[in-house]
């Protein structure tokens, strides 16, 4: 057994375990609890629980706008809702004594249960979003009593939900058929039906004569038995969700699932399915077993954040609640798509057509704000029109609204989808899909970028101004040089692209996008003139002009003091950062990480150096990349801190959860994908360059190992790393991915073969 | 007699008459009732008052800035400090009652005095700053009591001075010698020595027995005698002032100025420089007497603002106190220059040669930004180095320092100097003057403007990129329409001014400041391709970009109903105002004011439309500018209005003395000087264009007649305009303006003839 926390732990590294039911954390256990399966996610909430308890199932593709401000992710009627009395009081976590309460989370299948003992009773709950069928959730609750009792069931649906920012269900159509009861209703702005059902079965007793009412929202059946002692009664519900964005009739959909199911076969289907993912994308890590918990953990919200069912986007708290609106940011193609790309290219080439799908919305943003091509949503959902509200937090002692400019000055997020292409690209060398879809969009971010870059004729170059960098708390910047770099790449594959298709591809997307000889010399020319900031005499690139200028805070957190109230925004317009070189995440850092190749060391450890320092660490984007960096730089105990604050910050719930007024809380799905990309890229020093595999790797000083598999190319390479030696199997050897380059030195790449790197 | 205010009266539109002494209205009647000459402002307090009654001396050219952020000018020791106490009770207009209490300025000659009666005493005091001598201020003070008294006169120096941000004087030194007493102390950051001398002469005594004394920053000396019944006893004090910025020795040249001084000499000459002043300036209402004293009143406010015994700046509040730091603004050349190019054009050249001596300044200015030429301060002072600070507002509700963009983004003060040098060169041909002084700065004008301007390579045009025009509420907008206007005339006029300089001339000034040949070339493309605002479709020109698209509040008051104090700053980065269409003042109805020839009537009245519903007016540049177009668009009731709201601001206190924090009170310079232009550019609708006089006047309903002079091209014409006719008279006929245009239609210019233009 090792703790987590003084009320968390694991047993084998695959299992987290809560001790004691703590009501203030479960805002915080129901996402850590929660299972999923990328079209939905359940909270890890025990049956009984309700929107005070801030149970959900959210389901995407049912945006919704309630509120004419927030467009989110609906909440549905939970059709697993259970109350249980025994002897008329209520089975409840609440009232079990620490010792016998548990909550339960099996990161092998994905099971999330419950159990507790209230006297005379022990009652364990357990339920999983199944990955076989996306739509349904198995739930299974056992009851056992040592003595004779009277039990009353009541269970059905419970619409009475917690949102965010306003209902977004109305006309709730309650009803039932063949025992089942139901619940059909239409979102608010969108008019989406939604259907839920729920199929019980309560050991061998017939619930055909129990009384059915609704109430408040809740539409449920009402079953009475008595027990005999030492009897154990079952009672399994599946709840069942389909909208109208998937298909037409929502309902019938539920009643057809609803035929022959089988909680044990769809329970042994779902673990196949789990037991395959994991082959993929474990990581194993000899030596600490909390550690290996944590990544498998991220690894686990990663994958149900992932809706590889469709081309829908990767929400930046998965489907874990409300917040961030069930929507893609750049968190997707930076933080989560690397997993996939290296060992499931497949799932990548998925996220990116989303993009693809999407490419219309961003053009629509792109002309409704004067600029042409391509300028991608800094929050995406369905169809790619930007979902960010231009008041996102407010001034918590005004009570003043915020204009923040994530939507419109944050231009970074269209060359980092061109980035992602090309990484995919060049990975996979998949030309169908740069001429089917990868082509188009690196035009159109190209295109988008060459109508907001302008001149500056007496310095002959090439200038992005009043835009935003990843550090979020200096908006309104010039040149942010992670934006420079990435735009130059941008134009860089966009020129490249135009070499590599076939004459007659080209001539085609040209003449789809109205693509045209002068357009593609204006790119040429921003190309060869875009300015990129360089660094300076002490190898430290300025993060925006005259950044160097501001205040200098060191260490950041000193400006804490500054606040008049602990939850106010740090950043735009008048916040305590804003002024000063303290900055929320990894700007120029993040350069590094998606650049690897840019620079020498010397350079990336004065920029680590410098910025570190300077960094709040308040997006739970930037541990995840200082710790790959510091990996790099030699910096292995900041490496390891950081790893450390990035994948315990949903298991230790160390981030704010509520920032200038607005609810952020939910897991923390980029963080979750980082921890994948913290081993690999990071520990391991993986990297693909030209071609050839890099491997640099360095341990932390507890761990003993460590061992993951990539697949490239068509074929699967498992490396082991220990303190020691390194060793790389495989089973055939390709072509492309030859030779490895450990340390400065070139390797013939051969299974099994073992190096010493250290 | 005529009322202003219940308490304000004049009898012959000559003089202002306070009846009454308000203890709460003297931040505003010191500087109402204030004297001043260009050199020093002397507010209207009495002799007793001190710092709580905001007596004050404020001195040009004394710059300093003691508390780290505000520069200001020093408001140095008051030399006419006198406390008289009769029968140990002491004199003060705050014991008079009303009726026997009056405070006067009398315009025709610059004297304020105060008079009251304290049984048993007629006291009476009065003072100017001397025209003859501008070092000078004589202040009598007459004394009658109906029975004998015992009087005591305690009269010297009051060191201990109102101050709005620090202590400037530091190492005060006070001292006597031939029985004046003297200070001399050092400002706090530049070190200069100013030095003030108190001269008296208490009728017939012999003052070189009274015992003098220092306490608390006052050096005084106090002298006891007894009155007979009805004898009259004058005290006659001079104040002089020198520092170290004028001469080596102050306190010598103090010394030098007390020789000989003769109260009534120096008030008849002082006298007779003011007659020569008001036979240019002064403009004659007839039928309306208040408005022809409140013209007269903001002439004599803006003549005595103005320091034309040096090339120094006008101040945004004149020498009344330390508000905007004694320095000029935009408001100096479009708001107070043009009163003089059209009646004392040396004066008008003076003020130019004094943005010429700042050329360096607005260099460094331009340098420390990024930019090229020369950026011409926000608020400027001797040196033309920005006063402005970063942050000049606060936030009244957190307590934080906001980060205006004054001195940062309104570049349009650069474009509108090099238009003032232009008005004056066209009006003047002085050739010697554009030689030496005028070519340079519209060249680096030019210059600035171009290392600002940004190219949009797919829209093939420059654009001018976060910047703040005039409206100051709006920061951080693409092309301001005026500042683009502005740009393209700096641009033509550089252009303009290499055509007109002998090749010589040019060569000269272009080796001076390096001006090259690519330049000359990118000023000419940047003037073929600048992008200029034009009308959409209603005839109305987007203040900015996306201007149309923000909040439209009509009218733009309704947006007082969002503040949750009243104190609070409207603009940026989070006041009620900034994301609504509410404007703080005239935008591009200040483009009609400063180029009346560039759109068609039509348009213009398009725009005052829609935008004099959208006007705030929290700016006192707004009102005149507003009534200006106003008599040009036919909007006579409105142009009147807007008068009487400019022309009143001072004396009438209908400005906000506070705002954001920051104290802003004073007298309105600009306003001042805008009274002489809503008169005659906008009742009497004057313009010259192509070497012709424009006349289109209109009069407001009460008005029986104006009058008016013009000097032009060396000539002085009188305008006369009643309600059905107009004469012009003059001595001698000019070549330059010889005809007449006056509704369309062309007259030549003969003297005396009568044109009926109704």
């Not at 082991?720 to 490895?740: A, C, H, P, V």
Request: charged content about 25%.
């Amino acid at each position: 057994m090792k703790k987590i926390l003084d009320n968390l732990i694991t047993l084998s590294g695959w299992e987290i375990i809560e001790k004691g039911y703590d009501k203030s954390g479960v805002i915080i256990s129901g996402s850590n609890f929660m299972t999923g399966n990328g079209y939905l996610g359940y909270r890890g909430t025990a049956a009984e629980e309700g929107k005070e308890d801030y149970a959900g199932c959210f389901v995407t593709d049912t945006w919704d706008k309630a509120d004419g401000k927030w467009e989110e992710l609906c909440n549905v009627p939970n059709a697993l809702f259970t109350e249980i009395y025994c002897d008329d009081i209520k089975l409840s976590p609440k009232k079990a004594t620490v010792n016998e309460y548990q909550r339960k989370l099996n990161l092998k299948n994905g099971v999330t249960s419950i159990s507790f003992i209230m006297e005379p009773v022990q009652f364990s709950e357990e339920k999983f979003a199944s990955l076989f069928n996306i739509h349904i959730i198995p739930q299974k609750i056992t009851i056992k009593t040592d003595r004779k009792t009277k039990l009353k069931v009541v269970e059905g649906i419970d619409a009475d939900v917690w949102n965010l920012n306003g209902n977004h269900l109305k006309e709730i159509k309650f009803g039932n058929i063949d025992d089942m009861l139901y619940a059909e209703s239409i979102t608010c702005e969108k008019a989406q039906t939604i259907a839920v059902l729920s199929k019980t079965v309560i050991s061998n007793i017939d619930l055909s004569n129990s009384p059915i009412e609704e109430k408040a929202y809740k539409y449920t059946r009402t079953v009475e038995f008595e027990t005999d002692a030492n009897q154990e009664i079952t009672i399994i519900k599946y709840m069942i969700c389909y909208h109208s964005n998937n298909v037409k009739n929502p309902l019938e959909h539920c009643l057809a699932d609803s035929k022959n199911l089988n909680y044990n076969d769809l329970r042994k289907l779902n673990d196949k399915i789990w037991e395959e993912n994991w082959r993929r994308y474990d990581i194993e890590i000899n030596g600490n077993i909390q550690d290996e918990l944590a990544v498998r953990y991220n690894t686990y919200q990663s994958i149900i954040a992932t809706p590889i069912h469709d081309s829908l986007p990767v929400g930046a708290r998965g489907l874990s609640c409300q917040a961030y609106q069930g929507a893609a940011f750049w968190d997707q193609e930076i933080f989560n798509l690397p997993m996939y790309l290296f060992t499931n290219p497949e799932v990548a080439k998925k996220m990116l057509i989303y993009r693809y799908n999407t490419l219309d919305g961003a053009r629509r943003k792109a002309k409704r704000l004067g600029y042409e091509g391509a300028y991608y949503a800094w929050i995406s959902g369905k169809t790619g029109d930007e979902l960010c509200p231009d008041f996102f937090f407010k001034d918590v002692i005004t009570g003043r609204p915020i204009r923040n400019h994530f939507n419109d000055w944050q231009i970074h997020i269209t060359p980092d989808i061109a980035y992602s292409i090309w990484q995919y690209y060049e990975l996979t060398d998949d030309y169908e899909f740069l001429r089917d879809y990868g082509a188009e969009i690196i035009f159109e971010c190209a295109r988008f970028l060459s109508s907001h870059v302008v001149y500056k004729p007496r310095k002959d170059r090439y200038e992005f101004v009043k835009i935003q960098g990843p550090d979020e708390y200096h908006e309104n910047v010039e040149n942010n040089a992670f934006t420079n770099y990435q735009a130059y790449f941008n134009f860089e594959k966009a020129l490249r692209t135009i070499e590599i298709l076939s004459d007659n591809d080209l001539d085609k997307i040209s003449k789809k996008i109205n693509l045209l000889e002068w357009e593609i010399k204006l790119f040429k020319e921003i190309y060869r003139k875009l300015y990129l900031p360089q660094p300076n005499e002490e190898g430290v690139i300025e993060q925006f002009d005259h950044y160097f200028m501001l205040e200098d805070v060191v260490p950041a957190s000193k400006i804490k003091e500054r606040l008049i109230r602990d939850d106010e925004y740090y950043g735009w317009p008048n916040g305590v950062a804003l002024f000063t070189q303290s900055i929320k995440q990894a700007d120029i850092i993040q350069l590094f990480f998606v650049h690897p190749e840019l620079f020498e060391i010397d350079i990336i450890k004065a920029n680590y150096e410098y910025y570190e320092s300077r960094t709040l660490h308040f997006s739970s984007l930037s541990p995840s990349v200082y710790s790959i960096i510091a990996s790099r730089t030699g910096h292995i105990d900041e490496a390891y801190k950081n790893f450390v604050k990035s994948v315990y910050i949903d298991l230790k719930n160390t981030n704010e959860a509520i920032s200038g007024g607005t609810f952020i809380g939910g897991i923390h799905t980029a963080a979750s994908g980082a921890a994948w990309q913290m081993i690999v890229k990071g520990f391991a020093g993986f990297k693909i360059q030209n071609e050839q595999i890099y491997l640099d790797p360095v341990l932390p000083e507890e761990w003993k190992s460590i061992s993951f598999n990539l697949f490239l190319d068509g074929n699967t390479y498992q490396i082991i790393i220990d303190r020691k030696e390194m060793k790389i199997q495989f089973e055939k050897r390709n072509e492309k991915y030859s030779k490895l380059i450990v340390k400065d030195t070139l390797y013939a790449l051969n299974t099994g073969k073992t190096i010493i790197p250290f």
